[in-house]
């Protein structure tokens, strides 16, 4: 029997409650594959677990995104193959030298894709895909805001966008960041001045669609920068959950659209799955997306890659490998 390990939290806290621990490698069951990892994304949401903030019981098998080779197959799985290279982003076990992962939840990582690069990537892309395709078809002759355009979500859709023709006013929290962004309208103005920056790029026309993840800080800018019937898309928190909010308050605004999506219901098949994954690797073959690495951890390394994050020392994405 081989011997695996992974980092987990015992108990909630701050990075320092991250161990290893050995594990016998179990073997696949039915519908599921086992995958040694190759590679490991680290997200925010990871320190969420880590600290208590998101419900997971102890101990807690911390990551959500790895890529790997599969080394076997459980029974009645007969869409993959033993040494294909596949990922997912499904919560539970992703800081861990061999995993077990439902086949359904499992996308194929094309060859020419390196497994840092599709670990670095799914999530945010797989994000940026719904959100720019399927949310609201966004499309030549469109007029899209982006909130936080130079953050993980935001450096992929900026560029999807304008693949696909959209005019896009892209939004930053700094004129350093806004220096990274794409394209011809990138501000990083306060929240405040937002809409007027927005009216005079638009000539008052204003957009038919908000992409918003930072929240409650940015919601009444992003509501004011809607045209008429426009689109607005809240899809994260990074600056806290928007406040309830009253029907009446989407009426008086121009008759608003409003929604908050996941991408779990955008992928919620195999072969939906496949398919947003297909439109991403294609994009990063084709270099329309470049995702960017700005350091590598050991996985064992866990805690320390949790500091550099909490504190804003890193940039672009940041993995783990085994």
């Known amino acids: 029997m081989t011997t695996g390990y992974r980092m987990i939290a015992r108990t909630h806290g701050g990075p320092e409650v991250i161990e290893r621990e ?3 490698v179990p073997f ?25 903030l998101y419900a997971d019981p102890l101990p807690i098998k911390l990551g959500s995104e790895s890529v790997g080779r599969i080394v ?3 029974d009645g799985v007969s869409e993959f193959s033993i040494g ?11 800081y861990a030298s061999h995993r077990l992962i ?5 996308m194929r990582i094309p060859e020419a894709i390196a497994p840092e690069i599709a670990a670095a990537v799914m ?45 896009v006013i892209a939004h930053t929290g700094s004129a350093e960041k806004a220096a990274q962004v794409p394209g011809d309208h990138v501000l990083h103005c306060p929240f405040a001045e937002l809409p007027e920056a927005v009216r005079d790029i638009t000539r008052g026309e204003m957009c038919h669609v908000v992409y918003d993840g930072v929240g409650a800080a940015s919601w009444t800018a992003s509501l004011a920068s809607l045209r008429k019937r426009g689109f607005m898309v ?54 329309i ?34």
């Open 72 to 74: 076997a197959l459980g």
């Open 102 to 106: 439902k086949a359904a939840q499992a």
């Open 234 to 287: 809240t899809y994260g928190n990074a600056s806290g959950p928007v406040p309830p909010i009253a029907p009446l308050e989407l009426m008086k605004a121009g008759s608003i659209y409003l929604t908050r999506p996941t991408l779990a219901d955008y992928v919620a098949t195999p072969e939906q799955l496949a398919i947003s994954a297909k439109k991403l690797f294609d994009r990063i073959a084709k270099g």
């Open 22 to 24: 050995d594990f016998d």
């Open 84 to 94: 294909e290279r596949v990922g997912t982003t499904h919560a539970g076990g992703a």
């Open 123 to 167: 999530l945010k892309g797989l994000t940026a895909c719904y959100l720019a395709e399927d949310t609201f078809a966004a499309d030549k002759g469109h007029v899209a805001l982006v909130h936080s355009a130079a953050g993980g979500v935001g450096s992929l859709l900026v560029p999807w966008l304008l693949d696909r023709g959209v005019t």
């Open 28 to 52: 696949p069951g039915p519908g599921e594959v086992l995958i040694e990892t190759e590679a490991v994304g680290l997200n925010f949401i990871d320190t969420y677990y880590r600290k208590g």
């Open 289 to 322: 997306l470049k995702p960017y690495i700005g350091q590598t951890f050991r996985l064992e390394e866990a805690a320390e890659a949790h500091r550099a994050l909490e504190s804003r020392a890193t940039t672009g994405s940041t993995i783990l490998v085994p």
